[in-house]
């Protein structure tokens, strides 16, 4: 029988590079978004505790789905099992950083 896949997702978020594992991706109903469900978190003893990960688990605690917006992902890609999320400060002087404009433009008076 065929494993579930499971996906890496990584994006951007205030000046922040997160990189999360999850089991469902797909587009959203809101227009400009990637839906993201079931997220998975590295089960480890309770010997090592990674701090990036702790952190990435407390951010998203209860979340059973989260919305991102298109223009904030950097990269999606289907693996084979899931490593360590985490959560990293973007480097200076890097090259990643959120799309300049809104997806659409609302409708104004002068429309």
Do not use: C, W
């Not at 029988?1 to 000046?15: D, L």
């Amino acid at each position: 029988m065929a494993q579930e896949p499971i996906y890496k997702v990584i994006f951007f978020n205030q000046g922040q590079i997160y990189e999360i594992y999850a089991r469902q991706i797909y587009q959203s109903d809101l227009y400009g978004f990637i839906e993201i469900e079931e997220l998975v978190f590295g089960e480890r003893s309770g010997v090592l505790v990674d701090p990036g990960e702790e952190k990435l688990k407390a951010e998203f605690e209860g979340v059973n789905r989260t919305y991102i917006p298109m223009h904030a992902v950097v990269r999606i890609d289907e693996v084979a099992r899931e490593g360590v999320g985490s959560i990293s400060e973007a480097p200076s002087g890097s090259n990643i950083a959120p799309f300049p404009m809104s997806a659409f433009r609302p409708k104004g008076p002068a429309d």
